[in-house]
């Protein structure tokens, strides 16, 4: 049907989150039809980023740099700790906006089932840099899940003796969600963390 160099390509994009077989198959389709266009920018993106994105010494976070850029922004509130579960919770912090300080990428969560252990996280360098007299707060952004929650009561237990405030995000009712179309959990959360109006 195809030669074994659009068969490798194929193979390698259906590995990629949400591209199955099928899709992947499209995706090269699509990529060798606009071959100017997208396949040869993509190929040098891909060698470019294999090349020069490294894993930030400081937080996780990926960046050419190292220190990342945001560890390295002297714009930073240097007192405050996000910790995420992955990069992709840094980036959705980071696109949100909001907030302005500075992250700790754990590289995971506990999971008995995965075999993942307190040892397979970046936990040990999140309890040195909490130990650091200008950090006043850490605020754990895991997950609204088992092993996400499991992961952050785990980290909060660490970080007791390091004299930080430890807090976590709300969580209830998303902006514009409307009753009737959240799940038992979500009402329950944003039951017990209600407020004063």
């Not at 074994?4 to 193979?11: D, F």
Request: proline share 4%; net charge negative; hydrophobic share 45%.
């Amino acid at each position: 049907m195809a030669g074994a160099e659009i068969e490798r390509l194929i193979q390698l994009l259906s590995r990629l989150p949400g591209l199955g077989p099928r899709s992947a198959r499209r995706a090269a389709l699509h990529l060798l039809k606009r071959r100017e266009a997208l396949l040869d920018p993509l190929a040098e993106a891909l060698v470019d980023a294999a090349a020069k994105v490294r894993t930030c010494s400081v937080c996780g976070n990926f960046d050419s740099s190292d220190p990342c850029a945001v560890c390295a922004d002297p714009g930073r509130d240097r007192t405050v700790i996000c910790v995420v579960e992955d990069v992709s919770g840094l980036w959705a912090m980071e696109r949100s906006g909001v907030y302005r300080g500075r992250y700790h990428v754990l590289g995971g969560v506990l999971s008995a089932l995965d075999g993942v252990g307190p040892d397979d996280l970046n936990v040990e360098r999140l309890v040195a840099r909490a130990r650091s007299a200008e950090v006043t707060e850490v605020i754990l952004a895991t997950g609204v899940t088992v092993d996400g929650q499991t992961t952050a009561h785990y980290v909060a237990d660490r970080l007791a003796e390091c004299g930080v405030s430890v807090s976590g995000l709300a969580q209830g009712v998303p902006m514009g969600g409307e009753l009737d179309f959240l799940d038992d959990g979500t009402i329950g959360a944003a039951l017990r963390a209600r407020r004063p109006v």
